[in-house]
C-alpha cells in the first residue's frame, strides 16, 4: 500500500456480485449477477516535519436487489460509496485517531485487500430498511377479525381503549 501510495496508483474495475460473498448474500435479484464497479487512488500526503500520510480515495457503485419491509417484493436499490481513507501503522494508532477525527482511519494491513474493503464499504452503505416508494401489489389485509390460538375473535385494542375512555 505505501509503495501504492508513493506512486500514486491508480486501479479500477468491476466485479460480479457474486464474488462479493457477504454482499450476494442480501441481493435476492433472479437473473445474471450485478456488476460492481469500483476504482481506487492511493496517494502520499507530504507532512511538515514527518512522513507523508498514506491516503486512498475509494469508489464503487452497485444496484442490490433487496427485500421491500413492506411487501416482501424485491426492490432495486442503487449503493454507492465515495471515502478517503486514511492508513496509519498499527490499531491504537488508528483507534485514537478515528475517535478524535472525522475522516476514516484504517490501520495500514501487510496486504490490503481491495475487495474486501469494496465489500466492507458497499455493506455500510446499504439501507437499513429497504422499500419501494409505493410497492407494485397492495398489501394484503385480513377480511375477517384475527383469531386467538382457540379460534376465538380478539377484541380490537383500539376498541378497549375507546370503552375505557368513555368511562371516564
Do not use: Y
Amino acid at each position: 500500500m505505501a509503495r501504492s501510495a508513493r506512486d500514486a496508483e491508480h486501479l479500477e474495475g468491476e466485479w460480479p456480485l457474486r464474488d462479493l460473498p457477504r454482499l450476494a448474500e442480501v441481493d435476492v435479484s433472479e437473473g445474471p449477477a450485478p456488476r460492481v464497479h469500483w476504482s481506487a487512488q492511493a496517494e502520499l500526503r507530504p507532512v511538515l516535519g514527518g512522513e507523508g500520510e498514506i491516503w486512498l480515495h475509494l469508489q464503487a457503485q452497485a444496484e442490490v436487489a433487496m427485500a421491500c419491509q413492506r411487501c416482501l417484493a424485491p426492490v432495486s436499490t442503487p449503493v454507492s460509496v465515495d471515502r478517503w481513507i486514511r492508513f496509519v501503522t498499527g490499531e491504537a494508532q488508528a483507534e485514537a485517531l478515528d475517535a478524535e477525527s472525522e475522516d476514516d482511519v484504517l490501520a495500514l494491513p501487510r496486504w490490503l485487500d481491495l475487495a474486501e474493503l469494496v465489500e466492507d464499504e458497499l455493506l455500510l452503505a446499504l439501507p437499513i430498511v429497504p422499500r419501494h416508494e409505493t410497492c407494485p401489489a397492495p398489501l394484503p389485509m385480513p377480511a375477517t377479525p384475527v383469531e386467538d390460538e382457540e379460534g376465538e375473535a380478539r377484541p380490537n385494542p383500539f376498541a378497549v381503549l375507546a370503552q375505557l375512555k368513555s368511562r371516564s
